[in-house]
């Protein structure tokens, strides 16, 4: 594919063969370093027949990367499956401004040790000047390994790295909120508000959306939702649950098998609770657009984002800059990176599935006036960090780092 512009930005696409997709993206990165980095909440597969292929499509990022930069550009890469990329930069634009941010957790040293690349994988991060984090928990765990693994000597903040400084720090991201907060008043999204609410039979709505990925938590929210169903804390008459879920990574075997778990899940907790036309659990498995995904925030009077860890979680957020009113009630895992901002949210333990129906009771029937004051500081702490700060503070950082 050749180059070309969107959007005013000049894109140079990087070609995949086939059988590179499956070993670099399906493999190495998702069914390796995805679950390794998430706590192996499923097993990561340690391939040698990935490694290489991964390699390889990492050196032909760089390459593409050096023949478009000069020798004093900064370049930013971005996320796991490039981790390779700074120390190839690196190699070719020795004086180049590199940083590189990782968009998911990263893991403890005891978990990381088990990756036979380790090494490899650590050095090349280190190519970078700035290397970033969701949280201090993730870059304090990357600088532990770093030092453990590879030569790199100092702190948790600066490494010594080949005769070079590497900055690490948390860098959280966040979300343009004025595009949230406007998006959700405009009278096409509210007039979707009125007909959601109406559908769903003018029940209070609990809703949940995430990409179908085992990291997400929707098994045990699920539970939690049946949970509190069993328990007749919550009539069906009265409260939906509404779980969005966006079709991801098909072609991974853990991903199919949740997909089937899940469909049947959501089948036995309606077929047990539900009664000709009261459905107790709405689940769409598809990707909504944008205007119905706003709807769905600005009628929602409880977001349930359980994640069972997750780098950051942008939905909570998105969802809070939704709520003009400050209406609408947060409940959110304590493994999800947003948690550390997000003081204000009902946080949960989303393993355990007593505390969340409990956590979901709770935020049902929260007083109005708490419910308010809690939500109107959820939205202060985003619209005082959006994601344009998140980014100006990296690149700053990278700025300085001569
Ligand atoms: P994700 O794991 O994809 O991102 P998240 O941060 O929640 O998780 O972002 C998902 C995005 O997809 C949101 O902007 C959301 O609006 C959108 N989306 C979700 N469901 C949708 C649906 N059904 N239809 C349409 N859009 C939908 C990774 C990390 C996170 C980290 C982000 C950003 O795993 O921890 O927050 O990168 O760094």
Same mark, same amino acid.
């Given at each position: 594919?050749?180059?070309?512009? !969107?959007?005013?930005?000049?894109? &140079?696409?990087?070609?995949?063969?086939?059988?590179?997709?499956?070993?670099?993206?399906?493999?190495?990165?998702?069914?390796?370093? =995805?679950?390794?980095?998430?706590?192996?909440?499923?097993?990561?597969?340690?391939?040698?027949?990935? =490694?290489?292929?991964?390699?390889?499509?990492?050196?032909?990022?760089?390459?593409?990367?050096?023949?478009?930069?000069?020798? !004093? *550009?900064? @370049?930013?890469?971005?996320?796991?499956?490039?981790? #390779?990329?700074?120390?190839?930069? &690196?190699?070719?634009?020795?004086?180049?401004?590199?940083?590189?941010?990782?968009?998911?957790?990263?893991?403890?040293?005891?978990?990381?040790?088990?990756?036979? =690349?380790?090494?490899? @994988?650590?050095?090349?991060?280190?190519?970078?000047?700035? %290397?970033?984090?969701?949280?201090?928990?993730?870059?304090? +765990?990357?600088?532990?390994?770093?030092?453990?693994?590879?030569?790199?000597?100092?702190?948790?903040?600066? #490494?010594?790295?080949?005769?070079?400084? %590497?900055?690490?720090?948390?860098?959280?991201?966040?979300?343009?909120?004025?595009?949230?907060?406007?998006?959700?008043?405009?009278?096409?999204?509210?007039?979707? /508000?009125?007909? /959601?609410?109406?559908?769903?039979?003018?029940?209070?709505?609990?809703?949940?959306?995430?990409?179908?990925?085992?990291?997400?938590?929707?098994? $045990?929210?699920?539970?939690?939702?049946?949970?509190?169903?069993?328990?007749?804390?919550?009539?069906?008459?009265?409260?939906? $649950?509404?779980?969005?879920?966006?079709?991801? &990574?098909?072609? /991974?075997?853990?991903?199919?098998?949740?997909?089937?778990?899940?469909?049947?899940?959501?089948?036995?907790?309606?077929?047990?609770?539900?009664?000709?036309?009261?459905?107790?659990? !709405?689940?769409?498995?598809?990707? %909504?657009?944008?205007?119905?995904?706003?709807?769905?925030?600005?009628?929602?009077?409880?977001?349930?984002?359980?994640? #069972?860890? *997750?780098?950051?979680?942008?939905?909570?957020?998105?969802?809070?800059?939704?709520?003009?009113?400050?209406?609408?009630?947060?409940?959110?895992?304590?493994?999800?990176?947003?948690?550390?901002?997000?003081?204000?949210? /009902?946080?949960? +333990?989303?393993?355990?599935?007593?505390?969340?129906?409990?956590?979901?009771?709770?935020?049902?029937?929260?007083?109005?006036?708490?419910?308010?004051?809690?939500?109107?500081?959820?939205?202060?702490?985003?619209?005082?960090?959006?994601?344009?700060? =998140?980014?100006?503070?990296?690149?700053?950082?990278?700025?300085?780092?001569?």
């Amino acid at each position: 594919v050749a180059p070309f512009t !969107h959007d005013g930005i000049n894109i &140079r696409p990087v070609g995949l063969s086939y059988a590179e997709l499956d070993a670099f993206y399906h493999g190495f990165s998702n069914a390796t370093i =995805w679950p390794l980095y998430h706590d192996s909440i499923r097993a990561p597969q340690f391939h040698r027949r990935w =490694w290489h292929p991964y390699r390889e499509v990492n050196m032909r990022f760089a390459q593409a990367a050096v023949e478009t930069a000069g020798e !004093h *550009d900064s @370049i930013w890469v971005h996320d796991y499956q490039l981790q #390779l990329v700074p120390g190839y930069v &690196r190699m070719h634009r020795p004086k180049a401004h590199i940083g590189f941010f990782l968009h998911i957790p990263f893991p403890p040293e005891e978990l990381f040790a088990k990756m036979p =690349w380790r090494a490899a @994988i650590l050095e090349n991060m280190l190519g970078a000047d700035v %290397v970033g984090f969701q949280t201090k928990l993730a870059a304090n +765990n990357f600088a532990r390994a770093a030092r453990m693994y590879t030569s790199a000597k100092g702190s948790d903040t600066q #490494l010594q790295f080949e005769g070079r400084k %590497v900055r690490v720090n948390a860098y959280p991201i966040s979300i343009d909120y004025e595009h949230y907060e406007q998006s959700a008043r405009t009278p096409e999204v509210q007039e979707h /508000v009125a007909r /959601v609410r109406e559908d769903l039979g003018g029940r209070r709505i609990v809703l949940a959306v995430d990409r179908l990925d085992y990291t997400k938590g929707i098994e $045990f929210r699920l539970r939690a939702f049946e949970e509190l169903l069993r328990r007749g804390r919550i009539p069906p008459e009265g409260v939906v $649950f509404v779980q969005i879920a966006v079709p991801t &990574r098909e072609k /991974v075997d853990e991903y199919a098998d949740l997909r089937s778990d899940v469909n049947e899940h959501v089948g036995r907790i309606n077929g047990t609770y539900g009664a000709i036309g009261l459905t107790p659990v !709405h689940y769409i498995y598809n990707s %909504v657009p944008f205007t119905e995904l706003m709807a769905m925030y600005a009628a929602a009077d409880v977001l349930m984002v359980t994640p #069972l860890r *997750d780098g950051m979680n942008l939905v909570a957020k998105e969802y809070v800059a939704a709520r003009s009113d400050n209406s609408g009630v947060l409940v959110l895992s304590e493994f999800a990176g947003a948690a550390l901002e997000m003081t204000q949210a /009902v946080t949960v +333990n989303p393993y355990d599935v007593d505390g969340m129906a409990d956590a979901l009771e709770r935020a049902l029937s929260m007083d109005p006036g708490e419910g308010k004051r809690r939500m109107a500081a959820l939205r202060r702490v985003v619209q005082r960090h959006t994601v344009y700060d =998140w980014a100006g503070a990296f690149l700053g950082a990278l700025g300085e780092n001569e």
